[in-house]
């Protein structure tokens, strides 16, 4: 037998048995039941312990009463689960009685025996359900048999260690320790299984931080951009009054799709419809526009001159929309698409709403009220939480996955919070430029680990969420960045929105590649 105290590893911590034992159990699973066997005899290491080789031999020979004096011989070892168990094994016990047709005993199983362990009702009310199907059916040595082999797994599954090994053991344990090493890599942003010949570590090359092109389509200062949600197109808002639909194309270059003429005034902000198939643009201090994103036309305009939006969010349906205005006698509109109004928050008591927005889940409406005040409103159940910051907010954005979002204060500060108020204190992230202008940042990057922000510098801020610096701080533009967009589907795309009257596009740096590409 091999010496158990045996332990493997520079720092002495791990016990060879269970390292070798667990190795057989991995070959097992990926079907090298011929290599797993051998490395068995070799090592004389055997991956089902002696308890359970016993409890096995109880179960495939069906000495129903055995298995249960043994499982109830580890009761001290299995705490809760031992009912768990013996409820396995009675419901095996209970189906054969009736594969062979005694009811009676199968009956008497289920009243006495079933009914007195403490498991989940329904678990019993169903097992009795089933016994009315199970009533008619034959009896077949193979199906015996396999159900056999499949209450083992059932049993493995429930036992604890060393009398078994969890299941997947090695492939949890390597897995636990790729995710290790994704979780403190600062710059992990790519999809797809990571190799194990090294430990991992990403070098700048996965987030965006190289200009790959430079859209020039407007006029006048770029105040907003933001990508679509299925990262096919980006749409951009300047103070030339107009909007522009840009188009993603495969080799991630944008080509301009559709110019949206129609305001009288800098179109402050847009926003995408979750399906992708509408947007809104909205003027300053005028009118909001719904246009079809296919054609580029105007599908509704919402108000009138003089009609003050300070932001808008749609619904998950998008087929309803809500407003936040600076004017308290306009307060917060919910519409539909067709213009009619669902419902209203109004009233002089109202603040200015500075932003809003609607989680992509739709269970929360958060609001920034003028001008350091967050709520956050459950839809469902009208239960609203109130933070207060002790600095001015410009903005707000959401994360994809709806547990949290971030604010950006003229502090030269981004708080970011949890949705669901488990947090006491934010998340602070620091290093940019704000004090005068909005300032708008974004989540984003895979599973949206990063945050990037424009900055009054003319520069752009990318943060690992782990870490309150700057990992990467972005130049090209020459005035204030307003607004940063990150491609959803596209992890190492980045759009900024600047004074300087562009759009910039950041992909990662190539080896040798140094164009850069103009798009008027």
């Not at 994103?293 to 349906?317: I, L």
Request: hydrophobic residues 35%; contains cysteine; negative net charge.
């Amino acid at each position: 037998m091999e010496d158990t105290c045996e332990v493997l590893g520079s720092e002495g911590l791990i016990k060879k048995h269970e390292f070798v034992r667990i190795i057989v159990q991995c070959l097992y699973s990926l079907g090298y039941a011929k290599s797993a066997s051998f490395l068995e005899l070799e090592s004389g290491v055997s991956y089902k312990s002696e308890e359970f080789r016993l409890l096995e031999s109880h179960v495939i020979n069906g000495n129903w009463d055995d298995c249960i004096s043994f499982l109830n011989s580890l009761r001290d070892l299995l705490g809760e689960t031992r009912d768990s168990a013996v409820f396995l094994v009675l419901r095996q016990c209970l189906m054969e009685y009736l594969k062979h047709g005694e009811d009676n005993l199968a009956l008497d199983v289920l009243r006495k025996r079933v009914s007195a362990l403490h498991v989940d009702r329904y678990k019993i009310h169903g097992l009795a359900n089933s016994m009315l199907s199970l009533k008619d059916v034959g009896v077949d040595g193979d199906v015996v048999h396999d159900s056999r082999k499949d209450l083992l797994k059932d049993l493995e599954k429930l036992l604890p260690p060393p009398i078994a090994v969890p299941e997947r053991r090695l492939e949890h344990l390597v897995e636990t320790t790729i995710t290790a090493w994704v979780d403190s890599c600062l710059y992990h942003s790519s999809l797809g299984p990571v190799s194990l010949y090294e430990d991992h570590c990403c070098g700048r090359d996965q987030i965006p931080t190289t200009t790959t092109q430079i859209l020039t389509g407007h006029r006048n200062e770029v105040w907003f951009v933001q990508f679509s949600n299925n990262g096919e197109h980006l749409a951009s808002s300047s103070n030339d009054c107009t909007a522009i639909i840009w188009k993603v194309l495969e080799d991630g270059k944008l080509t301009l799709k559709h110019t949206l003429c129609g305001h009288h005034h800098a179109v402050s902000f847009v926003v995408w419809s979750p399906d992708d198939t509408k947007l809104l643009t909205c003027g300053n201090t005028e009118v909001l526009k719904l246009w079809d994103v296919e054609t580029g036309t105007c599908m509704q305009t919402f108000g009138n001159q003089g009609f003050v939006v300070s932001s808008c969010a749609w619904f998950p349906n998008s087929k309803q929309l809500v407003c936040g205005s600076s004017d308290p006698e306009k307060g917060i509109c919910m519409w539909d698409c067709e213009g009619n109004e669902i419902k209203a928050w109004r009233g002089m008591r109202m603040p200015k709403v500075v932003d809003i927005a609607v989680t992509p889940d739709g269970e929360y409406l958060i609001s920034i009220f003028l001008d350091k005040e967050i709520r956050i409103l459950h839809l469902g159940t009208n239960v609203e939480r109130v933070i207060s910051e002790e600095h001015p907010i410009t903005s707000l954005s959401v994360s994809s996955d709806s547990k949290f979002f971030i604010v950006n204060l003229n502090s030269q500060e981004i708080h970011m919070w949890d949705v669901a108020g488990q947090w006491d204190k934010p998340l602070t992230y620091t290093g940019h430029k704000q004090r005068k202008y909005v300032i708008r940042s974004c989540f984003g990057g895979l599973n949206g680990k990063f945050i990037a922000s424009g900055s009054e510098n003319s520069q752009v801020y990318i943060w690992n969420t782990q870490n309150s610096k700057p990992i990467e701080v972005l130049s090209g533009h020459s005035l204030t960045v307003n607004c940063v967009s990150w491609n959803p589907k596209r992890p190492q795309m980045l759009a900024s929105a600047s004074d300087d009257h562009t759009v910039r596009i950041w992909g990662p740096q190539l080896m040798g590649e140094k164009k850069r590409c103009n798009l008027k």
